[in-house]
């Protein structure tokens, strides 16, 4: 180790063990010293005593070379969590600096640390992993074999259909649908739909960079007719010219089809082609034929199939989420495609981890838009004001109008606040999950960054996400397209052994939830709290006890997977329990 200077070249972690052993050294030189001035005789006792102290410096060298193996050793390690201060950070730039963390609830937190050190070696409870109520796996399905006796492609078309979806992915994933039922309730020929490109997504992503467009044409051609364009002797038609272009004022949302029937065919059969501008979700649920309704679940949990480049990286995604452990369940299957057999990575030590996928709802656009209070004082009061104003200046302009606006105390109290990351892990915690559980975030846009997730990672730390699971290279080819990285979120959330939504709003969540019923049986929980109940709960933080505490938030998302069958009006997409979707076994 050379002079006694060197050690400041040394990490910081290694001088303190450096200055130790130069201490001893030095003790050793001047006793060597002493007995060469002295000329004393060195007896028994004192070679025990050198053997001793020598003995004590190999065993602080020993020592040190170990801990050096150690830093070394995990320096080398690649990350299993994720650098929160590059993972969290907002869409835009208005995510806090650096701050300290927000916590609204620090009592509550404290004692759900407490609770959870003191069950990290007890087993943890056998339900938290599996469909509560096993009724369901008698729902099976068949929405791509159920034939209807009116149902079937027609005969002669009435003309051709256009459709512009607008949104992101998932809005997008109903806008299809939509128009594939709409073409068959029409009797019309459907154009492959078109994606528009949004200031807010940012991404120019077409139907056939997200879906395979020959296994969609070919899962309905029995169903309907599909076409890529338009024939060439109408391509060079202006459809708003003639009086075809439908948009979102033609139409009331959750229209019924005697709307479509009664504003939209006329036009179709007047000038035999009809663009829907902008369109999405422009479809009730109810009243529709039981085989219009069919086509919608066989056209969403069917015949939207992400494409080969999706469904790889996803593959690759979902083996080291669970550490290469391999789960080829019928919700896999559906979601990968022929990838679910992909060996590349099997080298590797396989495992069998579990993980839960929560999205977390807390972009900024959202907690703007919400009205409520955070906790983050001033500042962040200032701060969303000013994204409101930029962003939502007919919704503020709306506000000033109406006199009776309700308080951010009475909004949580109503339930119609997002979720913090705080609020998600207490919920998590309440339950039982340990603290050693892998949670995937979807999206991963927080707003607030650090500072908002602290509360969540002292609790879970382990959080990980597709931009720390997958390296640089594999995520270029999807950086600037929003709606294929977020088809990485969507089969991460719904190949997950537990998915926990924190809006039920959420069109991703929607979808997830309904494509883990329709395809995981009893093997695909989904955690939905009631944001209202859950507000009540929490206002009690100052008094209520972890045990009753515990108590309460089980029963409400007990409450909240009571899924029966889908209730009038109700959304086929979120739950396709119904016998035009999925078939009962008895």
């Known amino acids: 180790m050379g002079k006694q200077g060197s050690h400041k070249s040394l990490r910081p972690e290694f001088q303190g063990w450096h200055s130790k052993t130069l201490l001893l050294q030095g003790l050793k030189s001047d006793y060597s010293k002493c007995n060469s001035c002295r000329g004393l005789y060195v007896g028994k006792k004192h070679i025990r005593a050198i053997v001793v102290m020598f003995g004590l410096l190999g065993c602080l060298f020993l020592l040190d070379s170990l801990i050096i193996s150690f830093f070394e050793f995990t320096n080398l390690q690649p990350a299993t969590a994720p650098n929160n201060s590059t993972v969290f950070q907002g869409r835009d730039s208005y995510s806090y600096s650096k701050q300290s963390p927000v916590y609204m609830y620090e009592r509550l937190l404290n004692l759900a640390s407490s609770a959870l050190a003191e069950k990290e070696f007890k087993q943890e409870p056998s339900n938290l992993w599996v469909e509560p109520f096993r009724k369901a796996s008698s729902w099976k399905p068949c929405a791509e074999t159920k034939v209807q006796s009116n149902s079937g492609k027609p005969v002669q078309s009435n003309g051709y259909i256009l459709v512009s979806a607008n949104g992101g992915l998932n809005q997008q994933r109903v806008a299809v649908c939509n128009a594939v039922a709409v073409a068959s309730l029409l009797n019309a020929t459907l154009v492959i739909p078109e994606f528009l490109y949004s200031n807010v997504w940012k991404d120019p992503s077409q139907f056939g960079d997200i879906y395979q467009e020959e296994y969609f044409m ?59 501008l902008g369109y999405g979700n422009r479809l009730g649920f109810d009243p529709l034929p ?40 019928m919700l896999d299957t559906q979601l990968l495609g022929k990838f679910i057999h992909n060996n590349k990575y099997h080298e590797a030590k396989r495992g069998s981890a579990k993980y839960l996928a929560l999205h977390l709802r807390f972009e900024i656009d959202m907690v703007a838009y919400s009205l409520c209070d955070f906790g983050g004082g001033e500042e962040e009061r200032k701060e969303l004001q000013a994204y409101r104003e930029r962003h939502f200046p007919l919704f503020l302009e709306r506000l000033k109008k109406n006199s009776t606006s309700i308080s951010p105390t009475n909004l949580r109290k109503l339930g119609r606040c997002p979720l913090t990351p705080e609020e998600a892990a207490l919920v998590l915690a309440g339950l039982g999950f340990k603290p050693e559980t892998y949670v995937y975030l979807a999206g991963s846009h927080i707003y607030g960054g650090n500072s908002r997730m602290e509360p969540f990672t002292s609790l879970y730390p382990n959080v990980i996400t597709k931009e720390n699971l997958l390296t640089d290279s594999e995520l270029a080819p999807f950086r600037n397209f929003s709606s294929q990285l977020a088809a990485l979120d969507f089969i991460a959330c719904a190949s997950a052994d537990v998915f926990a939504m924190t809006d039920s709003g959420s069109q991703l969540s929607s979808l997830v939830s309904g494509f883990r019923t329709y395809y995981g049986g009893d093997h ?28 309460r938030v089980k029963k409400m998302i007990l409450e909240g997977q009571k899924a029966g069958i889908r209730s009038y009006g109700r959304s086929i997409y979120r739950n396709p329990k119904c016998h035009e979707c999925m078939c009962k076994h008895h």
């Open 218 to 276: 070919n899962t309905l051609k029995d169903d309907i007719i599909i076409e890529k364009e338009l024939p060439p002797h109408m391509k060079s038609l202006d459809v708003e010219a003639i009086g075809s272009q439908i948009t979102d004022a033609d139409l009331p949302k959750e229209a019924t089809p005697a709307d479509y029937i009664k504003v939209v065919l006329p036009i179709l059969l007047r000038n035999g082609v009809v663009h829907f």
């Open 524 to 551: 695909a929980p989904t955690l939905r709290p009631n944001k209202t109940r859950l507000a009540a709960i929490l206002r009690e933080n100052n008094t209520i006890k972890w045990s009753r505490f515990e108590v």
């Open 290 to 329: 039981s085989d219009i309704q069919r086509l919608r679940c066989k056209c969403n949990f069917h015949a939207l199939k992400f494409v080969p480049k999706i469904q790889q990286l996803g593959s690759i995604l979902i083996q080291r989420i669970r550490k290469y452990g391999a789960r080829r369940s």
